[in-house]
């Protein structure tokens, strides 16, 4: 079914494709893995080749594909060490733009950060994967934006793509929701207080509890696909 591109006129077709084509990843329309040619795209997407080649030229620097000559591109696969990677780097990350954070945030930010706990909350009482994974990288994306340091959070957003399109895949273990809850109160908790050092703790600690539980599914998944 050929889907049409968001309305957001103000970004580049290329743009817009590149951040459509992230969503489907997550969503699962493009599964980690598959290879896509150029002509699925276009006839997908509504589009001419050179948006979609634009587009994949940046998903590639990305790390979300990896391009095959006048093939089109694979989405890339995500295992256990390239989520070891992902989250090293990424916890440092997450660490520092809370503290810088808690530093900044206003009034309002601290609002919209309430809202943002709020709606994961809610996403989790539903029940629904896709939902949860996307109202909490919603939360993250409200928080990273205080610290208004845009090569961070290119480098988080990037391969956060990846992640969470696994992440919708496998689900969460058994007490891993509620235990996210209590982490994402603590963060908010400390940016409104404008305690630097205790939002840097927490969220590196929400950070590596996330790596540590999703490293133990893929390896769960890797010993029934042995059985």
Known sequence: MMQTLSSNFSAPAYARLREQICADVVAGVWRLGQHITLAELTKHYGVSANPVREALHQLQGEGVVDMRLNRGAVVREVDATYVKNVYDVRTVI??????????????????????????????????VTAAIVQSNRALHQAINSIADNPVAVEIFDGRSNLID???????????????????????????????????????????????????????????????
């Open 94 to 127: 997450e660490g520092m733009l809370a503290a810088e954070a808690a530093r900044r945030a206003t009034p309002a930010d601290n609002a919209r950060i309430a809202e943002r706990v709020a709606a994961f909350e809610a996403a989790v009482a539903v029940g």
């Open 165 to 227: 399109a696994l992440r919708r895949r496998m689900g969460y273990r058994p007490g891993r929701l509620a235990e996210i809850m209590a982490e994402h109160r603590e963060m908010a908790e400390a940016i409104a207080a404008g305690d630097a050092e205790r939002a840097d703790h927490w969220a590196q600690t929400h950070s590596r509890n996330a790596r540590d539980l999703m490293l133990e599914n893929i390896k769960e998944a890797a010993g029934k696909k042995a059985d």
